[in-house]
């Protein structure tokens, strides 16, 4: 979760293979939750450093720490913190490592909304439906909706992370490649320690720095989590995942969740319909009176909302609305808020998507995906980072490109594509 790394530019139409990197209000035991305690997570070891980078490491840390001091971090907690800060190759091997191919998102769907973990979901809910309500009284967030976020981040709690985040930031920090970033990080993390929500030894989670079990990262924990168990501490570190269901439900409520409203619906649109892409947003009555119909009957949920087809015009089109965009902002990625959208229906014994997906078209290579960034940029429809990575900026230039030539505007990155820009 979340902040500025989001889960590494995931895209919308196909889903990089990365490893994963896998957030008060007190009621205390009136709305019967557990007594928690620690966590079960044993700490991963950190591998050794060749001795010239353990040196000009260890220098950094000396050299960060009035800047850390000066941000609000005290000179006690910076120096308990780093106490344990170690340079990590293991870090920085998993920073570097890129995927040639990319994974469809039909095969991502399979996968985050497996039968197993649509089992696992619904025994979740039973066993923590009462906390589970109160959460969704308080801040409006279904429960299927903080269950599917919960399984999305760490498999309902099996996968943690168990680098500790305090060496696994300063490395990051230190590296240069995005030191700004995680420098911020890592003060956001010293911070935490300083509130006594958790010590150094026990903040634990994935080599980028998100934590507990629903992967927050630092910044957004100061800012979004919640001590719902009434103990004083914001704790989503324990074996016991309160505070971190009701910290997602208020992430989620902050970000403009709407209670009471669906996160969208799978649809059927009208033959040459266009409005396709998260940038064209049209009330939901005036997508009606053009033809947009569920693909399951009925009338469409009523507000504004946009049109995505996320596989191209060969697979399903959903109408998305205001809760699929604060998914987003849990992870900016089409692919991943679908994830949690359709694990939810699951998990509520909803019906999952519809219309088939093109499982036969063929996964670009990282190298053709770079290839169509470079040669929308030269036809000036691109202007953000050439890095392969298929996200909204990549799928609104290839749509503007399709419009040029007069072919329908999905903003699906193919061979076919690939094959128009190489023509043209």
Not at 91 to 105: A, N, T
Not at 335 to 342: D, E, K, N, R, W
């Amino acid at each position: 979760m979340r902040s500025s790394i989001g889960r590494l530019a995931l895209s919308a139409a196909a889903v990089t293979i990365l490893g994963s990197c896998g957030m008060g209000i007190g009621m205390g035991p009136a709305i019967g939750i557990g007594s928690g305690g620690g966590s079960s997570v044993t700490p991963a070891p950190i591998p050794a450093a060749d001795a010239g980078t353990a040196a000009s490491f260890q220098r950094w840390v000396q050299d960060f720490r009035p800047r850390a001091i000066s941000a609000g971090v005290s000179a006690a907690t910076y120096d308990r913190s780093m106490r344990i800060a170690r340079y990590n190759p293991e870090v920085i091997r998993l920073d570097r490592k890129q995927s040639e191919f990319s994974r469809p998102i039909w095969l991502y769907l399979d996968s985050a909304v497996s039968p197993e973990r649509i089992s696992t979901g619904r025994q979740m809910a039973a066993r923590h439906g009462r906390t589970l309500a109160a959460i969704e009284a308080r801040y409006g967030v279904p429960s299927e909706v903080v269950l599917a976020v919960w399984g999305m981040e760490s498999n309902f709690g099996a996968n943690r992370g168990r680098m500790q985040i305090i060496p696994s930031l300063a490395t990051l920090a230190y590296d240069g490649r995005r030191s700004e970033m995680f420098q911020n990080q890592l003060i956001a993390a010293m911070k935490i320690i300083q509130a006594g929500d958790t010590d150094p030894q026990h903040m634990l989670g994935s080599w980028a720095g998100a934590m507990g079990h629903t992967q927050f990262m630092p910044t957004s924990y100061l800012s979004y989590a919640v001590d719902f168990t009434g103990d004083g501490r914001r704790d989503i570190w324990s074996d016991d995942p309160t505070d971190s269901l009701a910290s997602t439900a208020a992430y989620l409520a902050r970000n403009g969740w709407v209670r009471g409203q669906p996160w969208g619906t799978e649809v059927v649109l009208p033959a040459g319909f266009t409005a396709v892409g998260k940038g064209t947003r049209t009330s939901t009555a005036k997508l009606a009176a053009m033809g947009v119909r569920p693909i399951n009957g009925g009338s469409l949920p009523a507000g504004t909302g946009s049109i995505i087809r996320p596989a191209g015009a060969n697979g399903p089109s959903f109408l998305i609305l205001d809760n699929f965009r604060a998914i987003l902002r849990y992870n900016n990625a089409d692919s991943y808020a679908l994830g949690v959208s359709y694990l939810a229906e699951a998990i509520a014994g909803r019906p999952g998507v519809k219309a088939g997906w093109p499982r036969s078209d063929r996964p670009l290579t990282q190298a053709e995906r770079v290839e169509i960034q470079r040669l929308l940029a030269a036809r000036g429809f691109y202007r953000d980072e050439i890095d392969g990575k298929i996200g909204t900026g990549t799928m609104e230039a290839i749509s503007a490109f399709q419009r040029s030539i007069g072919t329908p505007p999905d903003g699906y990155a193919t061979s076919i594509l690939l094959g128009q820009l190489r023509g043209r």
